[in-house]
Protein backbone atom coordinates (compact mmCIF):
# COMPACT_ATOMS: atom_id res chain seq x y z
CA UNK A 1 0.00 0.00 0.00
CA UNK A 2 1.53 3.41 -0.78
CA UNK A 3 1.08 6.16 1.43
CA UNK A 4 1.84 9.71 0.95
CA UNK A 5 2.34 12.20 3.63
CA UNK A 6 2.46 15.73 2.96
CA UNK A 7 3.94 18.71 5.75
CA UNK A 8 4.83 22.03 5.23
CA UNK A 9 1.67 23.88 4.95
CA UNK A 10 0.69 27.30 7.00
CA UNK A 11 -0.46 30.81 6.53
CA UNK A 12 1.71 33.13 5.24
CA UNK A 13 1.36 36.72 3.56
CA UNK A 14 0.91 37.81 -0.04
CA UNK A 15 4.54 37.39 -1.44
CA UNK A 16 6.01 35.06 0.64
CA UNK A 17 7.53 31.24 -0.21
CA UNK A 18 6.46 28.36 1.65
CA UNK A 19 7.81 24.95 0.91
CA UNK A 20 5.53 22.01 1.32
CA UNK A 21 6.88 18.30 1.57
CA UNK A 22 5.36 14.93 0.32
CA UNK A 23 6.97 11.84 1.76
CA UNK A 24 6.11 8.34 0.11
CA UNK A 25 6.23 4.66 1.36
CA UNK A 26 5.29 1.21 0.57
CA UNK A 27 6.57 0.89 -2.58
CA UNK A 28 9.51 1.91 -4.89
CA UNK A 29 10.04 5.54 -5.03
CA UNK A 30 11.61 6.33 -8.23
CA UNK A 31 8.83 3.72 -9.95
CA UNK A 32 6.41 6.61 -9.57
CA UNK A 33 5.90 10.31 -10.95
CA UNK A 34 4.71 12.40 -8.42
CA UNK A 35 2.49 14.94 -8.64
CA UNK A 36 1.28 17.88 -6.75
CA UNK A 37 -2.31 18.97 -7.28
CA UNK A 38 -4.84 21.61 -5.32
CA UNK A 39 -8.37 22.34 -4.51
CA UNK A 40 -9.55 26.24 -3.50
CA UNK A 41 -12.44 26.65 -1.34
CA UNK A 42 -15.69 25.88 -3.94
CA UNK A 43 -13.82 24.57 -6.68
CA UNK A 44 -12.19 21.43 -8.69
CA UNK A 45 -9.20 20.05 -7.69
CA UNK A 46 -6.47 21.20 -10.14
CA UNK A 47 -3.34 20.04 -11.45
CA UNK A 48 -0.03 21.76 -9.98
CA UNK A 49 2.91 20.31 -11.44
CA UNK A 50 4.36 16.68 -12.11
CA UNK A 51 8.10 15.50 -11.53
CA UNK A 52 9.01 12.46 -13.96
CA UNK A 53 10.81 9.22 -12.31
CA UNK A 54 14.16 10.04 -11.80
CA UNK A 55 13.25 14.41 -11.68
CA UNK A 56 14.70 14.78 -15.48
CA UNK A 57 11.09 16.02 -16.31
CA UNK A 58 9.15 18.58 -14.76
CA UNK A 59 5.88 20.25 -16.12
CA UNK A 60 3.62 22.85 -14.40
CA UNK A 61 0.36 24.06 -14.94
CA UNK A 62 0.04 27.84 -15.99
CA UNK A 63 -1.08 29.52 -13.43
CA UNK A 64 2.19 28.40 -11.33
CA UNK A 65 4.82 28.29 -13.86
CA UNK A 66 7.92 30.52 -12.98
CA UNK A 67 6.54 30.68 -9.55
CA UNK A 68 6.82 27.16 -7.92
CA UNK A 69 9.30 24.10 -8.41
CA UNK A 70 8.86 20.43 -7.92
CA UNK A 71 11.66 18.91 -7.11
CA UNK A 72 12.50 14.74 -5.87
CA UNK A 73 15.32 13.53 -3.51
CA UNK A 74 15.07 9.16 -4.68
CA UNK A 75 17.02 9.06 -1.62
CA UNK A 76 15.06 10.49 0.69
CA UNK A 77 11.62 9.19 -0.93
CA UNK A 78 10.81 12.82 -0.59
CA UNK A 79 8.94 15.86 -3.53
CA UNK A 80 8.93 18.96 -2.81
CA UNK A 81 6.68 21.35 -4.29
CA UNK A 82 8.96 24.86 -3.53
CA UNK A 83 6.43 28.09 -4.20
CA UNK A 84 7.16 31.45 -4.49
CA UNK A 85 5.74 34.67 -5.06
CA UNK A 86 2.13 33.11 -3.32
CA UNK A 87 -0.58 34.99 -4.04
CA UNK A 88 -4.04 34.76 -2.27
CA UNK A 89 -5.40 32.64 -5.39
CA UNK A 90 -2.78 29.93 -3.64
CA UNK A 91 -4.60 29.53 -1.01
CA UNK A 92 -6.39 25.86 -1.56
CA UNK A 93 -5.54 22.62 -0.02
CA UNK A 94 -2.49 21.25 -1.43
CA UNK A 95 -2.59 17.15 -2.08
CA UNK A 96 0.50 15.22 -3.44
CA UNK A 97 -0.49 12.55 -6.11
CA UNK A 98 1.87 9.59 -7.58
CA UNK A 99 0.96 7.48 -10.32
CA UNK A 100 3.50 4.64 -12.31
CA UNK A 101 2.24 6.02 -15.80
CA UNK A 102 2.77 9.73 -16.51
CA UNK A 103 0.13 9.63 -18.90
CA UNK A 104 -2.57 9.51 -15.94
CA UNK A 105 -0.54 11.59 -13.56
CA UNK A 106 -2.28 14.61 -14.43
CA UNK A 107 -5.80 13.86 -14.22
CA UNK A 108 -6.33 10.64 -12.41
CA UNK A 109 -3.23 9.24 -10.60
CA UNK A 110 -3.72 6.37 -8.66
CA UNK A 111 -2.52 7.64 -5.19
CA UNK A 112 -3.23 10.12 -2.84
CA UNK A 113 -1.89 12.38 0.49
CA UNK A 114 -4.66 13.52 2.99
CA UNK A 115 -3.55 17.14 1.91
CA UNK A 116 -2.01 19.93 3.29
CA UNK A 117 -3.72 23.56 3.65
CA UNK A 118 -2.26 26.67 1.89
CA UNK A 119 -3.57 29.95 3.18
CA UNK A 120 -2.10 33.05 1.65
CA UNK A 121 -3.35 36.48 3.65
CA UNK A 122 -3.43 39.73 1.68
Known amino acids: QVLLVESGGGLVQTGDSLRLSCAAS????????MAWFRQAPGKEREFVAY????????YYADSVKGRFTIVRDNAKNTVYLQMASLKPEDTAVYYC???????????????WGQGTQVTVSS
Open 51 to 58: TTWSGSGT
Open 97 to 111: AADPILGVVTTTPEY
Open 26 to 33: GTTFSSLV
